[in-house]
């Protein structure tokens, strides 16, 4: 526009294709990859879905190279009609050991998958010593806590107010200089 100003128009979201690459194999390669270029051709809206995503689709454009008959490559673009997928309002916490000890769990289960009895010796040495790694580390991180919780009560009782416990529960409201002193470092945080 003239002057340098721009006009911009919030029409929604406008999603870029989702495409990608593959291959078909075995005796229903072929079946499949006419399949769906029938209903590509055909216009058909689908939903598509993987994981936690959800979408409408419609078939922008299907690709297969006939090589063999049990080995069918192929590209795929869909266009985006609607996401479906749920808006996600919030992200739970995970700590690291946690994320660490459902990866060993996992490890453990695909491991007793395969049968591998080798295999499954190692992951369990594995997990035995996260395991002990994790049982060395809490205590410090006990102690670093209790550092972090014996400073900040310092610096109240320098502030004028005291703090001899979190845990103060009585009753008697703004009175209480410890309630009033855990009720300041709520809002500090």
């Known amino acids: ?70 080995r069918v490559p192929y590209w795929i673009s869909f266009e985006v009609i609607q996401d479906q997928t749920a808006t996600v309002d919030s992200v739970p916490a995970v700590t690291p050991a946690q994320s660490l000890a459902t990866d060993m769990a996992r490890m453990g289960t695909l491991s007793n998958c395969l049968g591998d009895s080798t295999l499954n010796g190692l992951v369990g040495d594995l997990q035995s010593a996260m395991s002990d790694i994790q049982a060395a580390a809490q205590p410090i991180a006990n102690g670093l806590k209790r550092h972090v919780v014996h400073q900040r009560r310092g610096q109240l009782r320098r502030s004028g107010r005291e703090c001899s416990g979190v845990d103060c529960r009585c009753s008697r409201g703004s009175a209480c200089r410890r309630c009033d002193a855990r009720a300041v470092d709520d809002r500090e945080r």
């Not at 006009?7 to 593959?22: E, T, V, Y």
């Not at 072929?30 to 769906?36: D, E, N, Q, S, T």
Request: hydrophobic share 45%; proline share 4%; charged share 25%.
């Open 1 to 70: 526009m003239i002057g340098g100003r721009r006009r911009i128009n919030a029409l929604g979201a406008d999603d870029i294709p989702l495409q990608w690459s593959g291959l078909f194999l075995f005796a229903s390669a072929v079946p499949r990859a006419r399949f769906l270029d029938s209903v590509r051709r055909e216009g058909l809206q689908c939903t598509l879905s993987w994981d936690q995503l959800r979408y409408q689709v419609v078939i922008d454009q299907f690709r297969a190279t006939y090589k063999y008959p049990f």
